[in-house]
């Protein structure tokens, strides 16, 4: 297979969080032309290939993820014009451009799903999404106990009496996957992209497509955006075998196209070898490896998560991925700023325990730099660079996550994460925009993490990521394979071709073996050459 096919096997892919990325006319909502302005910050950071999350005609009842058109931009965005100029620019730069793609649910505004609620019960138009009768003499209760993942239940009624399945907010209804029109829609959206350029998909919630046939009654409460499922049989819900057929069919599809287009799961499936039937060789690329985000801050959690990880993957030929933040989960500049082994927060707020900022991103470094050394391919979320922590004060009136309703208020949600990004210490929103507009609150003390502040400042997190990205290349530790070595009481090492990785956990420095010379560290090295607690430190062996 030419190297160009299979680009993705190491390659680092940096996600881009449209609504928060760059700003270009001023109105608080980050936009295509942004995005396409700032992609040079993007190359001289060294990554390989761009993920964009949902840029769609949406609502934006949930950011996006609730698409009403997929063939189209959302305006608050730009337009397709708009996208063509980026993925062009991204081309041009040397940088693959991946799409998110939705197909678990429509948004309610999807001309479908409005035909559906036009039509009466048994219709077509019906079928295409996941509509039933009640429980109870009058069909007052719901079909089933699920619940949806953002709090609340899974079901609604409509004005006829039957209810409609949504596992997420209500304004996202399930669509119907043993309809095979919704499979020829599908298959005809992805050569709608591939044909304008794109070179591949992430895959929202692409464990929960199919749904078990007699809609079993579940009671747990769905984990999958507070974390994985427990390790059993898997939920009605979720990961049942149906969905594999749909990516085989994809994968077709793809493999039409030149030049290595892609298809990476996000799904939340445990144990590690269930993760794996997603990438066998006829289905996708790849699936974000969650495990490793969830994984506390010890050498020997990390360690059985890394192995088991490797060990799955290559059982199926797949590449392992590593991950550490995304717009769904509490940025790990304030995760690791909590006590170790401390349950994760769905969302923090000002009254919620305020993490130790320093710590956390003293670790953050140490772990970024674990999985930028790890063999396989790496995904960054946007203003991570920065060492960018969450927004753990937002004032609550400014949340829009559906989950904080949802909820009852029990859960913040993912606002904090999504904050607009800053550029410039100085200009108004940080350099956002061209004005101080801003959709989610700025903090105040984010001036020290603006671009600006951080360039060409030896030790700042941006040129940390720099020189990580740099190394990693050079040395092909992407393309490398691992393999442990004993280190000192407290560390956690491998060897990665010519290249030691060690990372101290324990309370003592640790010592790097003799003649191994220093490459990189995530903080200066004491005075005897010894690693510092929470540091990771590369060297040439
Ligand atoms: C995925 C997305 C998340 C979204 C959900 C529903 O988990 O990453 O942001 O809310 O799917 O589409």
């Known amino acids: 297979m030419p190297r160009t096919d299979t680009w993705w096997r190491d390659a680092v892919i940096y996600q881009v969080y449209p ?17 396409t302005a700032r992609l040079q910050h993007l190359k001289d950071l060294g990554i390989d290939a761009v993920w964009l999350s949902p840029f769609y005609p949406s609502p934006q009842r949930d950011a996006g993820y609730d698409v009403s058109d997929y ?12 996208a063509d100029k980026l993925i062009a620019e991204a081309h041009s730069l040397g940088l693959k451009f991946i799409v998110d793609l939705v197909p678990n649910h429509t948004s309610g505004e999807h001309e479908w799903f409005q035909a559906a609620l036009a039509a009466p019960p048994g219709s077509p138009e019906r079928e295409r999404y996941i509509f039933r009768d009640g429980k109870g003499p009058d069909g007052g209760e719901p079909p089933n106990s699920w619940q949806s993942v953002f709090g609340g239940g899974a079901w609604q009624r409509v004005p006829d009496g039957q209810w409609y399945l949504h596992l997420f907010d209500v304004s996202q ?11 020829a829609e599908f298959a005809d959206i992805l050569r709608f992209w591939l044909d304008r350029g794109v070179d591949g998909f992430r895959v929202d919630v692409a464990h929960g497509l199919i749904k078990e046939k007699d809609l079993a009654d579940w009671t747990h409460t769905s984990a999958i955006l507070g974390g994985l499922e427990p390790a059993g049989p898997p939920p009605p819900m979720w990961d049942q075998d149906g969905v594999h057929e749909v990516y085989r069919q994809w994968r077709a599809v793809l493999d039409e196209y030149p030049g290595g287009r892609i298809l ?14 997603y990438v066998r060789p006829d289905e996708m690329h790849q699936a974000f490896n969650f495990p490793y985000l969830d994984a506390p801050w010890t050498a020997e959690a990390l360690r059985t998560v890394i192995d088991e990880s490797l060990a799955a ?3 199926v030929g797949a590449t392992t991925t590593w991950v550490l933040s995304n717009h769904d989960v509490v940025r ?47 995904y960054l ?31 913040r949600g993912r606002d904090g994460c999504r904050v607009p990004i800053p550029w410039e210490a100085d200009a108004p929103s940080y350099g956002f925009g061209p004005t101080d507009a801003s959709w989610l609150p700025q903090p105040a003390t984010w001036a020290e993490y603006a671009l600006d502040r951080q360039q060409g400042v ?12 740099a190394v990693r290349r050079e040395h092909g530790l992407g393309g490398g394979e691992l393999a442990w070595q004993d280190g000192p009481a407290g560390t956690l090492a491998f060897r990665n071709g010519d290249v030691l990785v060690l990372t101290n956990f324990g309370t003592e420095p640790a010592g790097l073996p003799a003649g191994a010379r220093l490459l990189l560290s995530s903080e200066p090295l004491d005075d005897d050459g010894r690693v510092p607690t929470d540091v990771t430190a590369w060297a040439l062996l």
Not at 19 to 35: E, N, Q, W
Not at 173 to 183: C, F, G, I, K
Not at 264 to 272: C, G, K, L, S
């Open 332 to 378: 790990h500049a304030t995760r690791l700023g909590y006590p170790i082994g401390a349950a994760r927060m769905h969302g923090i707020g000002a009254d919620d325990p305020q993490p130790d900022t320093a710590l956390g991103l003293r670790r953050a470094r140490a772990a970024t730099m674990q999985m930028l050394a790890l063999p396989g391919s790496a």
């Open 71 to 82: 063939r189209s931009i959302d305006p608050r965005f730009g337009d397709l014009g708009d």
């Open 264 to 277: 990476v799961a996000e799904a939340w499936v445990q144990p590690a070898e269930r993760l794996a039937r």
């Open 381 to 411: 979320y946007q203003g991570e660079e920065l060492g960018l922590p969450e927004h753990t004060t937002m004032p609550d009136e400014y949340r829009q996550d559906p989950a904080w309703e949802r909820s009852g208020h029990a859960e």
């Open 458 to 469: 030896p030790g700042s997190t941006w040129e940390l990521y720099r020189a990580a990205l």
């Open 313 to 315: 993957n290559d059982a």
């Open 19 to 35: 609504r928060s990325f760059a700003d270009s006319d001023g109105d608080g909502m980050g936009d295509l032309p942004g995005i």
């Open 173 to 183: 209804p399930d669509l119907n996957w043993d309809n095979p029109q919704v499979r």
